[in-house]
């Protein structure tokens, strides 16, 4: 792709600033960082122009935005009560005094000697001559050993591009002026007179060499400074000594002479030739420091350790006086080292450093800022090309430059592919982006985005016409959008918009013009507004931006584009498929898996088209072992995607995107990272599941290990979990399983199924919603705060052969039905232990418990308004005494074979006439039946059937050694059974 020049000169004026070259990058694999402590969200905010401090209408949509993080100065006096409620990027570069920002717009490199980059196409310090040595065996060096005759380029390079002026746009009003930006040069190195050469003798020579390209021309060479040295020049011992290009040193410096140095302003009109046609990005371009070799004998050995350059307004201040320049930005930083501004998460440091002269006092400058706090590290925007003229900058991949040696804690990669000339971003802006957020990606996994939002509007004045843009136009709401899913598709971990306020400048080389921005000059939200407001903010600080704070990008991707040509192949990639749909489309869809579990697997699928909604027809398919993989859009909404893949299979998916957007979809194990349970699946080693998870549509889950349940599990009609060789699952953070369908929990007699719940909490155990029905057999339910709760509506529960054990409010809690309808509810065989209440039912019209054994509740069983209950055969017994065994409020039906010891009384009635037979009481502290007011309990001996039956369905109840306990209570006389305000049937009762 190639632009207009002049764009490319604009963008070196000081008001604009940005500075964009020439360049592009080839891939590099380098480590990821590690997020910052603390970071575990999704950062999404705008840079404010520098107008806001004085200006604070801005600051009102901002807060309505949802955006989360600001980038402005920060001022107890001017902007504190504007920022402390977001994160900040203190981005103060008022002055020179705010010295983080001001010592990074310094330049300084140090070029070992001993390097020797044997590709002259690249950056590096070059030899022809001499070799690698070890001066005293100690300092590792470049050598003349071996030299015999004068030489040229002993040492030459490292060829590579340095700034022109500085970047200090508010503050300094120097910019390519004469004396402005000088630099440096300072040669370490060392003589070994061994053969005693005369001291006026030369023995080298030191320059400056600039190497450039003009227009079509090959480079070519122009010294700005050079410097004969003599054997008396150097230590006589021997020593290493500074040499710089005059022994006056400030006479030893250079500077770009004027014709080196793009213009402030040039014509822009069409076929005018720019005044200024040099170029020194490229391979064999740029700054060379060189020695040549001047001797004809071998009496002396040079030796060369290193070669600095500084800038002699700025970092020659660190050179000489380190000390006060690290106290100067220590003290600075600790200045804000307060509560007041715990909210600074990053000091914003020079805008966009290309030199490689930038990175080395950005990381320095980062190392004294995080000594102070590690917590608030620097960062500086980074744009690292502008064109596909070329794939580096003098043979460089920049970006990994800045990386390896600024150290930066993250990348904040700007672009900006909204042009003038062009209506929409077109398929080569989009790959150019797509190129430079893969490159920073490779390099930083949590990178962040500036985001254009803005263009440079000249015809302002004329609100009804179409805009009139100058370098770049204001991207349209779905442009804005795609930019956004597109640098998430790559890992972007924050973006941030550039800028958020508009304001008219008649700076630059657009001339005056209205920097057309998020919102307007007089604070009203524009459409890109509304996009932010209503679309990208709430999403990336919910549900999506959590979740791709929890993935890597995986570097993999799918990028498609088809417009009306040849049908392109079908693109796959491990389970996915974008099959070639419709007559125009342009897709990119990263690849990520988890940051800790790699087979959850996700990609994110944007729609680059941005002037119109577009169809995919996907392909995704299980190529696990599992037989669940889940496919879902994780912000599920209508109409989106969420289902389950079978084993070896495949589903055909067609999605409409509309312009721009972007989709988060999850291809994940269904029993490991939740989703929808449709297939058959078995649990068989110790497995974890950490997201929701249904059971549905006849599904049976097979727990056979340990399942470690993180998350909620919902079971709906007909769903199932049994174990056929014993399994546990164990359900934290209080968690409940859910039923709400017609279900099936089970184990066999051999072995049960063991449900966890860790610790009782009001929340958790098994939950029956209104409608769902539940059959649980040879199971045991530990630890809840109800082991099993029927919701109010529920259907029918029968419970069997199931062990609770340590449920601390209620075993089984049932809360029956507000109608007349009668559902089956059995409880038998089950062992119930350590709970308040034991059984606790609520308005049902019957109920069977049955054979059950009861132990250490402080209630066994609790009725009320229960038309028919069967309690038969239930061994009810405690050494609490603190409750009922049996409690029957308003309730009817047969007490009937009951063993009930060791509760207050073991069973009490109120306004409730139940038949009572052949109970065995005893021991229980009051009495062995209350028999409380409007109660008439039937408890005359009669026998089944006509002729009878050999066994007693009423009467014959064994009643002995209750009461006796001399403490409260007015009913307290010691009586086996007390009557209050009621009456009984009692024949055949043993006392």
């Given at each position: 792709?190639?632009?207009?020049?002049?764009?490319?000169?604009?963008?070196?004026?000081?008001?604009?600033?940005?500075?964009?070259?020439?360049?592009?990058?080839?891939?590099?694999?380098?480590?990821?960082?590690?997020?910052?402590?603390?970071?575990?969200?999704?950062?999404?905010?705008?840079?404010?122009?520098?107008?806001?401090?004085?200006?604070?209408?801005?600051?009102?949509?901002?807060?309505?935005?949802?955006?989360?993080?600001?980038?402005?100065?920060?001022?107890?006096?001017?902007?504190?009560?504007?920022?402390?409620?977001?994160?900040?990027?203190?981005?103060?570069?008022?002055?020179?005094?705010?010295?983080?920002?001001?010592?990074?717009?310094?330049?300084?490199?140090?070029?070992?000697?001993?390097?020797?980059?044997?590709?002259?196409?690249?950056?590096?310090?070059?030899?022809?001559?001499?070799?690698?040595a070890f001066w005293n065996d100690t300092v590792s060096c470049w050598s003349t050993i071996g030299i015999t005759d004068p030489k040229n380029s002993i040492m030459f390079g490292p060829h590579y591009r340095q700034d022109k002026r500085y970047k200090r746009w508010l503050y300094d009003t120097c910019y390519n002026q004469p004396g402005c930006l000088s630099y440096t040069p300072r040669f370490r190195m060392a003589l070994d007179n061994h053969g005693g050469a005369n001291s006026d003798e030369d023995v080298c020579i030191i320059k400056v060499v600039f190497s450039y390209r003009y227009e079509n021309t090959y480079p070519q060479d122009t010294t700005f400074i050079q410097r004969t040295l003599k054997v008396r020049d150097f230590d006589s011992s021997g020593g290493f000594d500074d040499f710089y290009l005059d022994p006056n040193t400030p006479l030893g410096r250079y500077e770009y002479p004027p014709e080196f140095s793009l213009p402030m302003k040039f014509s822009v009109a069409e076929g005018v030739p720019s005044p200024v046609g040099y170029i020194d990005s490229e391979s064999f371009t740029g700054i060379q420091f060189c020695v040549d070799w001047l001797r004809d004998d071998t009496l002396c050995t040079l030796y060369i350790d290193y070669v600095e350059v500084y800038d002699n307004n700025g970092w020659n201040e660190y050179v000489e006086t380190p000390g006060l320049i690290t106290t100067r930005i220590q003290d600075y930083a600790a200045s804000f080292n307060n509560q007041t501004w715990q909210n600074i998460r990053y000091w914003l440091g020079v805008d966009e450093p290309y030199s490689i002269d930038c990175y080395t006092p950005i990381r320095v400058v980062d190392e004294l800022v995080r000594s102070v706090n590690p917590n608030t590290p620097l960062v500086v925007p980074f744009n690292p090309t502008w064109s596909w003229d070329n794939y580096e900058i003098n043979g460089e991949d920049e970006v990994s430059m800045f990386y390896n040696i600024a150290k930066p804690k993250r990348i904040t990669l700007s672009n900006n592919p909204c042009l003038e000339d062009y209506t929409t971003i077109r398929y080569e802006d989009f790959e150019f982006l797509r190129f430079n957020l893969q490159r920073t990606s490779a390099l930083d996994s949590n990178f962040w985005f500036n985001v254009q939002a803005e263009g440079y509007r000249t015809n302002y004045n004329e609100p009804n016409e179409d805009p009139e843009w100058c370098i770049w136009r204001k991207p349209q709401p779905a442009e804005l959008r795609a930019m956004v899913m597109l640098a998430s598709a790559h890992g972007a971990k924050g973006i941030f918009f550039k800028w958020f306020d508009s304001y008219v400048s008649g700076e630059g080389y657009c001339g005056t013009t209205l920097k057309d921005a998020i919102v307007s000059p007089t604070a009203e939200g524009t459409e890109l507004y509304y996009e932010i407001k209503n679309n990208l903010a709430p999403r990336l600080t919910g549900k999506l931006g959590k979740t791709l704070m929890g993935l890597d990008y995986t570097g993999e991707y799918i990028d498609m584009e088809y417009q009306e040509q040849p049908p392109p192949q079908d693109n796959e990639h491990d389970y996915l498929s974008i099959q070639h749909y419709g007559m125009s489309y342009f897709w990119h869809a990263g690849f990520f898996s988890h940051k800790d579990y790699s087979d959850n697997k996700h990609f994110l699928l944007t729609n680059l088209r941005t002037n119109n909604a577009v169809e995919s027809k996907l392909i995704v398919s299980n190529n696990t072992s599992y037989h669940n993989i889940s496919f879902t859009d994780i912000e599920v909404g209508i109409g989106r995607v969420d289902t389950t893949i079978n084993y070896n299979s495949s589903i055909e998916y067609f999605e409409e995107m509309p312009a721009g957007e972007g989709r988060l979809y999850r291809v994940a194990p269904v029993i490991k990272y939740g989703g929808r349970l449709l297939y058959d699946e078995t649990i068989s080693s110790t497995t974890t599941l950490l997201d929701e998870m249904t059971i549905e549509d006849d599904a049976v889950l097979t727990v056979n290990s340990n399942y470690n349940v993180d998350r909620t599990i919902t079971i709906k009609d007909n769903g199932s979990i049994i174990t056929t060789s014993g399994g546990t699952m164990k359900f934290y953070n209080n968690l409940s399983l859910i039923i709400e369908g017609s279900v099936t929990i089970s184990g066999t007699a051999e072995h049960k199924l063991i449900l966890d719940f860790l610790s009782p909490a009001d929340s958790n155990g098994i939950i029956v919603k209104s409608g769902g029905s539940l059959t649980i057999a040879y199971c045991e339910i530990k630890n809840a705060g109800t082991g099993i709760f029927s919701e109010l509506n529920a259907d029918s529960l029968i419970v069997e052969y199931v062990d609770f054990i340590e449920c601390e409010d209620n075993s089984i809690s049932i809360a029956g039905r507000s109608g007349e309808e009668n559902v089956p509810i059995k409880i038998n065989n089950c062992s119930i232990d350590n709970s308040e209440y034991g059984i606790f039912v609520n308005n049902t019209s019957s109920i069977l418990i049955r054979w059950n054994e009861i132990t250490d509740t402080d209630c066994g069983i609790y009725l009320s308004n229960v038309s028919d209950a069967l309690i038969v055969c239930n061994k009810i017994g405690s050494s609490n005494e603190e409750l009922q065994g049996i409690l029957s409020l308003s309730s009817g039906g047969i007490i009937y074979g009951n063993m009930i010891s060791g509760h207050t009384s073991a069973i009490q009635l109120g306004n409730s006439s139940p038949k009572i037979g052949v109970n065995a009481i005893t021991s229980n502290k009051y009495h062995g039946i209350y028999v409380g007011a409007n109660s008439n309990p039937y408890m005359k001996g009669e026998y089944i059937g006509n002729p009878a039956l050999p066994y007693g369905l009423s009467g014959y109840n064994t009643i002995y050694e209750n009461g006796g306990y001399e403490g409260e209570g007015d009913d307290n006389d010691g009586s086996e059974i007390y009557f209050y305000n009621s009456k009984a049937v009692l024949i055949m009762v043993v006392i």
């Amino acid at each position: 792709m190639k632009h207009k020049t002049h764009h490319m000169y604009y963008l070196f004026y000081p008001g604009s600033w940005i500075i964009i070259i020439a360049l592009l990058l080839y891939s590099i694999t380098v480590s990821a960082q590690e997020t910052p402590a603390g970071e575990d969200k999704f950062y999404i905010g705008a840079e404010f122009h520098n107008q806001t401090i004085e200006n604070t209408i801005f600051y009102d949509p901002f807060d309505t935005s949802g955006m989360n993080t600001i980038s402005q100065r920060a001022d107890i006096v001017s902007t504190w009560s504007h920022l402390k409620d977001y994160n900040i990027l203190a981005s103060n570069v008022q002055n020179k005094t705010d010295w983080i920002a001001h010592y990074t717009t310094c330049y300084y490199s140090k070029w070992e000697a001993e390097e020797n980059q044997t590709d002259e196409a690249r950056v590096g310090v070059k030899h022809k001559w001499g070799q690698q040595a070890f001066w005293n065996d100690t300092v590792s060096c470049w050598s003349t050993i071996g030299i015999t005759d004068p030489k040229n380029s002993i040492m030459f390079g490292p060829h590579y591009r340095q700034d022109k002026r500085y970047k200090r746009w508010l503050y300094d009003t120097c910019y390519n002026q004469p004396g402005c930006l000088s630099y440096t040069p300072r040669f370490r190195m060392a003589l070994d007179n061994h053969g005693g050469a005369n001291s006026d003798e030369d023995v080298c020579i030191i320059k400056v060499v600039f190497s450039y390209r003009y227009e079509n021309t090959y480079p070519q060479d122009t010294t700005f400074i050079q410097r004969t040295l003599k054997v008396r020049d150097f230590d006589s011992s021997g020593g290493f000594d500074d040499f710089y290009l005059d022994p006056n040193t400030p006479l030893g410096r250079y500077e770009y002479p004027p014709e080196f140095s793009l213009p402030m302003k040039f014509s822009v009109a069409e076929g005018v030739p720019s005044p200024v046609g040099y170029i020194d990005s490229e391979s064999f371009t740029g700054i060379q420091f060189c020695v040549d070799w001047l001797r004809d004998d071998t009496l002396c050995t040079l030796y060369i350790d290193y070669v600095e350059v500084y800038d002699n307004n700025g970092w020659n201040e660190y050179v000489e006086t380190p000390g006060l320049i690290t106290t100067r930005i220590q003290d600075y930083a600790a200045s804000f080292n307060n509560q007041t501004w715990q909210n600074i998460r990053y000091w914003l440091g020079v805008d966009e450093p290309y030199s490689i002269d930038c990175y080395t006092p950005i990381r320095v400058v980062d190392e004294l800022v995080r000594s102070v706090n590690p917590n608030t590290p620097l960062v500086v925007p980074f744009n690292p090309t502008w064109s596909w003229d070329n794939y580096e900058i003098n043979g460089e991949d920049e970006v990994s430059m800045f990386y390896n040696i600024a150290k930066p804690k993250r990348i904040t990669l700007s672009n900006n592919p909204c042009l003038e000339d062009y209506t929409t971003i077109r398929y080569e802006d989009f790959e150019f982006l797509r190129f430079n957020l893969q490159r920073t990606s490779a390099l930083d996994s949590n990178f962040w985005f500036n985001v254009q939002a803005e263009g440079y509007r000249t015809n302002y004045n004329e609100p009804n016409e179409d805009p009139e843009w100058c370098i770049w136009r204001k991207p349209q709401p779905a442009e804005l959008r795609a930019m956004v899913m597109l640098a998430s598709a790559h890992g972007a971990k924050g973006i941030f918009f550039k800028w958020f306020d508009s304001y008219v400048s008649g700076e630059g080389y657009c001339g005056t013009t209205l920097k057309d921005a998020i919102v307007s000059p007089t604070a009203e939200g524009t459409e890109l507004y509304y996009e932010i407001k209503n679309n990208l903010a709430p999403r990336l600080t919910g549900k999506l931006g959590k979740t791709l704070m929890g993935l890597d990008y995986t570097g993999e991707y799918i990028d498609m584009e088809y417009q009306e040509q040849p049908p392109p192949q079908d693109n796959e990639h491990d389970y996915l498929s974008i099959q070639h749909y419709g007559m125009s489309y342009f897709w990119h869809a990263g690849f990520f898996s988890h940051k800790d579990y790699s087979d959850n697997k996700h990609f994110l699928l944007t729609n680059l088209r941005t002037n119109n909604a577009v169809e995919s027809k996907l392909i995704v398919s299980n190529n696990t072992s599992y037989h669940n993989i889940s496919f879902t859009d994780i912000e599920v909404g209508i109409g989106r995607v969420d289902t389950t893949i079978n084993y070896n299979s495949s589903i055909e998916y067609f999605e409409e995107m509309p312009a721009g957007e972007g989709r988060l979809y999850r291809v994940a194990p269904v029993i490991k990272y939740g989703g929808r349970l449709l297939y058959d699946e078995t649990i068989s080693s110790t497995t974890t599941l950490l997201d929701e998870m249904t059971i549905e549509d006849d599904a049976v889950l097979t727990v056979n290990s340990n399942y470690n349940v993180d998350r909620t599990i919902t079971i709906k009609d007909n769903g199932s979990i049994i174990t056929t060789s014993g399994g546990t699952m164990k359900f934290y953070n209080n968690l409940s399983l859910i039923i709400e369908g017609s279900v099936t929990i089970s184990g066999t007699a051999e072995h049960k199924l063991i449900l966890d719940f860790l610790s009782p909490a009001d929340s958790n155990g098994i939950i029956v919603k209104s409608g769902g029905s539940l059959t649980i057999a040879y199971c045991e339910i530990k630890n809840a705060g109800t082991g099993i709760f029927s919701e109010l509506n529920a259907d029918s529960l029968i419970v069997e052969y199931v062990d609770f054990i340590e449920c601390e409010d209620n075993s089984i809690s049932i809360a029956g039905r507000s109608g007349e309808e009668n559902v089956p509810i059995k409880i038998n065989n089950c062992s119930i232990d350590n709970s308040e209440y034991g059984i606790f039912v609520n308005n049902t019209s019957s109920i069977l418990i049955r054979w059950n054994e009861i132990t250490d509740t402080d209630c066994g069983i609790y009725l009320s308004n229960v038309s028919d209950a069967l309690i038969v055969c239930n061994k009810i017994g405690s050494s609490n005494e603190e409750l009922q065994g049996i409690l029957s409020l308003s309730s009817g039906g047969i007490i009937y074979g009951n063993m009930i010891s060791g509760h207050t009384s073991a069973i009490q009635l109120g306004n409730s006439s139940p038949k009572i037979g052949v109970n065995a009481i005893t021991s229980n502290k009051y009495h062995g039946i209350y028999v409380g007011a409007n109660s008439n309990p039937y408890m005359k001996g009669e026998y089944i059937g006509n002729p009878a039956l050999p066994y007693g369905l009423s009467g014959y109840n064994t009643i002995y050694e209750n009461g006796g306990y001399e403490g409260e209570g007015d009913d307290n006389d010691g009586s086996e059974i007390y009557f209050y305000n009621s009456k009984a049937v009692l024949i055949m009762v043993v006392i």
